[in-house]
C-alpha cells in the first residue's frame, strides 16, 4: 500500500492509503469524494470551494503514520484494508450530521 495525501490551495487536508497511484487518482477524482470535501468544513469554512486548486500527492511519512493510526483505532469491524480509508489532517464538521446517533 503507498500513502496519499489531498492539497487544497497547498494545505495538507487529507491522507489515505491505495494500493497505487492509478488508484488514488481514481478515489480522489470521484465526484463522491470532492462533493463531500464541499459539505465538510474545517474552522467555520467547507473545506474546498471548488475554485481553490486540489491536489494530490505522496505522503510524508508524519501523514502516512497518521493513517495507519487510525487505522489502528477503527471500530469497523467490517472494514478490511482494501476499503476506502481517509483521515482528515484537520479539525473537521460535517454539517450535514444532525447529532442524532439513535436508531429508528
Known sequence: ?????????????????SKNHEEA????EAEDFRDDLTILESEGKPLWDR???????????????EVEHAYEFDDDPQRTIDD?????????????????????
Open 84 to 104: 476506502e480509508f481517509v483521515v482528515f489532517l484537520v479539525p473537521v464538521e460535517d454539517l450535514t450530521d444532525d447529532g442524532d446517533d439513535t436508531e429508528d
Open 25 to 28: 487518482t481514481h478515489f480522489f
Open 1 to 17: 500500500m503507498d500513502y496519499f495525501t489531498v492539497e487544497i490551495a497547498g494545505r495538507a487536508i487529507a491522507s489515505f492509503r
Open 51 to 65: 475554485k481553490a486548486v486540489l491536489s494530490l500527492r505522496k505522503a510524508t511519512a508524519e501523514e502516512a503514520s
